[in-house]
């Protein structure tokens, strides 16, 4: 089984920084590409930013200036760096990522975390 494990969420005035991590676990070949969802409360769910395995960046226009998205191999992470919160950034946030595993069809197939909130007060 695969598991994603997030964690860094939290409670921040408006203006501060958070860091999201995400941990990809279990028995798998590869995490493709990887990223991060987030949905406020009545709000349908928004792709924050991802992340492909050659490093390249998607980003929300509401992200573009504000986050970054990186991500290690190695460790099998991906990390979201949230700078210059604002309270609409509040939501819970949901990291995803795309792998493949031994006892798929061989292509990568969609994880997801728990979800993690990020409340930002004004």
């Known amino acids: 089984q695969v598991q994603l494990v997030e964690s860094g969420g939290g409670l921040v005035e408006a203006g501060g920084s958070l860091k999201l991590s995400c941990a990809a676990s279990?028995?798998?070949?590869?995490?493709?590409?990887a990223g991060w969802y987030r949905q406020a409360p009545g709000k349908q769910r928004e792709l924050v930013a991802s992340?492909?395995?050659?490093?390249?960046?998607n980003y929300a226009d509401s992200a573009i200036g504000r986050f970054i998205i990186s991500r290690d191999n190695a460790d099998n992470t991906v990390s979201l760096q949230m700078n210059d919160l604002k309270p609409q950034d509040t939501a819970v946030y949901s990291c995803?990522?795309?792998?493949?595993?031994?006892?798929?069809?061989?292509?990568?197939?969609?994880?997801w975390g728990q979800g993690i909130q990020v409340t930002v007060s004004s």
């Open positions: 995803y990522a795309d792998i493949t595993t031994p006892y798929g069809l061989g292509s990568p197939e969609k994880y």
């Open positions: 279990g028995n798998f070949y590869a995490v493709y590409t």
């Open positions: 992340i492909r395995r050659d490093g390249s960046t």
